[in-house]
């Protein structure tokens, strides 16, 4: 069980200890899913691209409909403020939330009138360098914009995501690689996803059906800076049988090495290892 120690809640304007409460019965993200989150990562000292994250989340917001409350600057700002009531050395992560408290005249709109909002501090070690995992295929696929809020960090979009984690793991797998609507491989039940090839690096083009998120975009930009060919493009799940390499890009763990997907099996490659120091040189800079 957490402690207060292990979480710290901004909520109504104050900084209170422990995992407190929130949201009330009839608050509309409570019975009717209207709620948004992001997540960063604090360790080593810093915070990789809390903007960006934060900036992220009042997007998110804005897709559901909800009125976001706080800048994102001031959402920074009480992040650091939080923080700094962890012993140095904690990795923590940090966790923005918006949700909706009233209805319009249906009940299904959010009101635009009053938003609630949250941020929890968790204290969550990063994952041991030499961590893997595997991937399987899923009966499972990415919603499409029609149909879901997929340009949102939504909380109503993950029971999608556990049900492919739980048919990974009823079958001896880690993970799932997910493909979209028309069989294309979009990502990971909990992450972004890439492949090596011949020394180039590939991944899903976005494209409407999952997060192109921030620490991928973060792991493009430090390949291509540091000399390497990156593709976004369509691929397939025999694209990722045929390649040199594959790993996960996510913001809890920022890079995470493939061994296996299905029956093929995977080493740890120089691509992958590069990608996780040139992330670990940039965020310590």
Request: charged share 20%; proline share 4%; with cysteine.
């Amino acid at each position: 069980m957490a402690t207060g120690k292990d979480i710290r809640t901004y909520y109504d304007g104050a900084w209170h200890d422990g995992d407190v409460m929130i949201m009330r019965a009839a608050d509309h993200g409570a019975w009717l899913g209207s709620s948004v989150f992001d997540g960063a990562r604090f360790f080593d000292g810093v915070a990789p691209d809390l903007l960006k994250h934060c900036q992220r989340v009042n997007n998110s917001a804005r897709a559901l409909m909800l009125t976001p409350t706080v800048t994102a600057e001031e959402m920074v700002e009480i992040a650091w403020e939080g923080l700094r009531k962890y012993e140095p050395g904690t990795a923590i992560y940090i966790r923005p939330m918006y949700w909706g408290i009233h209805g319009d005249v249906t009940a299904i709109v959010p009101g635009e009138d009053e938003t609630g909002f949250a941020l929890c501090l968790e204290a969550i070690p990063m994952a041991d360098q030499n961590a893997t995992s595997t991937l399987c295929k899923t009966q499972f696929r990415r919603p499409v914009l029609e149909s879901s809020v997929v340009n949102a960090k939504a909380g109503c979009l993950y029971p999608n995501n556990a049900r492919m984690l739980v048919e990974a793991r009823s079958k001896g797998f880690g993970n799932a690689l997910v493909t979209d609507a028309m069989g294309n491989v979009a990502e990971t039940a909990t992450a972004n996803i890439f492949m090596a090839k011949d020394g180039e690096v590939f991944t899903p083009i976005p494209n409407g059906t999952f997060l192109s998120g921030i620490t991928r975009a973060r792991h493009m930009k430090n390949l291509r800076d540091n000399g390497y060919t990156v593709h976004e493009r369509v691929l397939t799940y025999a694209d990722f049988e045929d390649a040199d390499e594959i790993f996960m890009s996510g913001n809890m763990s920022k890079v995470t090495p493939i061994t296996a997907f299905e029956e093929t099996q995977f080493q740890v490659g120089p691509v992958t290892r590069r990608v996780r120091e040139m992330y670990w040189d940039w965020a310590l800079s």
